[in-house]
């Protein structure tokens, strides 16, 4: 076992109260550091009428507080709050929470998505393509600004930054915008990098393959693992480990790169 020095370092993971974001705030808060869960709660007039058509369950509150709770039982420190990413208002004020509770941002992870069911060519629209880049593309690229312009009043000296791709991002017919929207992020993870590089802040991209968060059906999880050379669809622990390895010391001379975590799915 590595020591991946992130005691007491301050994380904020977007869309973390369940799959992959959940185990990774998790995982975080194994290695000791101070985890903050940002969660979309979804009005529930919205929810009703159906405005939001989505691939994944949208979790709300209650598993906010459930992921608290039991990374607390664990006598780790986490917190969670609240916010619409597609807002851009939302952003700064996530940051305050944060920083009210436990500090400056030390390690950011831009996990929350959005990604709409169909997304094809087929049936595109001018608001399905707004809704999913908001979130995936815009949300992404002002909390990165936001962290950068806070590391930099503050004078940071450990600044990490993990995005979230798919390893499918170059070529997704069937989720043609969620696609795109994440191969979007890939430029911009290259771009800032080197920005944001001579402040001693690393800017990584994960990819993931197919992952099992609830929403592959037991025909569908046979037809990925087919694809898949490890011979298994991934589990959100599988990311989450990948993502605190870039957050950790060992990674410090890691920026700037697109990995897969996908058990060579779509090499």
Same mark, same amino acid.
């Given at each position: 076992?590595?020591?991946?020095?992130?005691? #007491?370092?301050?994380?904020?993971?977007?869309?973390?109260?369940?799959? +992959?974001? %959940?185990?990774?705030?998790?995982?975080?808060?194994?290695?000791?550091?101070?985890?903050? +869960?940002?969660?979309?709660?979804?009005?529930?007039? #919205?929810?009703? %009428?159906?405005?939001?058509?989505?691939?994944?369950?949208?979790?709300?509150?209650?598993?906010?507080?459930?992921?608290?709770?039991?990374?607390?039982?664990? #006598?780790?420190?986490?917190?969670?709050?609240?916010?619409?990413?597609?807002?851009?208002?939302? +952003?700064?004020?996530?940051?305050?929470?944060?920083?009210?509770?436990?500090?400056?941002? #030390?390690?950011?992870?831009?996990? %929350?998505?959005?990604?709409?069911?169909?997304?094809? +060519?087929?049936?595109?629209?001018?608001?399905?393509?707004?809704?999913?880049?908001?979130?995936?593309?815009?949300?992404?690229?002002?909390?990165? %600004?936001?962290?950068?312009?806070?590391?930099?009043?503050?004078?940071?000296?450990?600044?990490?930054?993990?995005?979230?791709?798919?390893?499918?991002?170059?070529?997704?017919?069937?989720?043609?915008?969620?696609?795109?929207?994440?191969?979007?992020?890939?430029?911009?993870?290259?771009?800032?990098?080197?920005?944001?590089?001579?402040?001693?802040?690393?800017?990584?991209?994960?990819?993931?393959?197919?992952?099992?968060?609830?929403?592959?059906?037991?025909?569908?999880?046979?037809?990925?693992?087919?694809?898949?050379?490890?011979?298994?669809?991934?589990?959100?622990?599988?990311?989450?480990?990948?993502?605190?390895?870039?957050?950790?010391?060992?990674?410090?001379?890691?920026?700037?790169?697109?990995?897969?975590?996908?058990?060579?799915?779509?090499?």
């Amino acid at each position: 076992m590595i020591d991946t020095q992130l005691k #007491d370092k301050v994380v904020l993971v977007t869309g973390a109260n369940h799959g +992959i974001g %959940a185990a990774t705030a998790k995982a975080f808060s194994a290695e000791g550091a101070a985890v903050a +869960i940002h969660y979309l709660q979804v009005p529930r007039a #919205d929810a009703a %009428a159906g405005t939001y058509k989505l691939l994944h369950e949208i979790k709300g509150r209650a598993a906010a507080e459930a992921l608290v709770g039991e990374i607390e039982e664990r #006598d780790g420190r986490a917190i969670f709050v609240a916010g619409d990413l597609s807002d851009p208002l939302t +952003i700064p004020s996530l940051f305050d929470h944060v920083e009210q509770a436990f500090g400056g941002v #030390d390690v950011l992870v831009n996990n %929350a998505a959005h990604c709409e069911d169909p997304d094809t +060519i087929y049936t595109t629209s001018a608001g399905s393509i707004d809704r999913t880049f908001a979130v995936n593309v815009r949300a992404t690229v002002l909390l990165i %600004a936001e962290f950068v312009r806070r590391f930099q009043q503050r004078r940071g000296t450990y600044g990490r930054i993990i995005n979230l791709s798919t390893d499918a991002a170059q070529s997704f017919a069937g989720q043609i915008s969620y696609g795109a929207s994440k191969a979007t992020v890939e430029a911009f993870t290259r771009s800032i990098a080197r920005e944001a590089g001579p402040l001693g802040i690393t800017v990584n991209t994960v990819a993931p393959g197919p992952v099992q968060t609830g929403y592959l059906t037991p025909h569908r999880e046979e037809e990925q693992r087919q694809l898949i050379p490890l011979g298994r669809v991934g589990r959100p622990e599988d990311i989450a480990d990948a993502i605190v390895f870039l957050a950790s010391k060992q990674a410090r001379w890691l920026t700037g790169n697109v990995i897969k975590v996908s058990g060579g799915h779509c090499l």
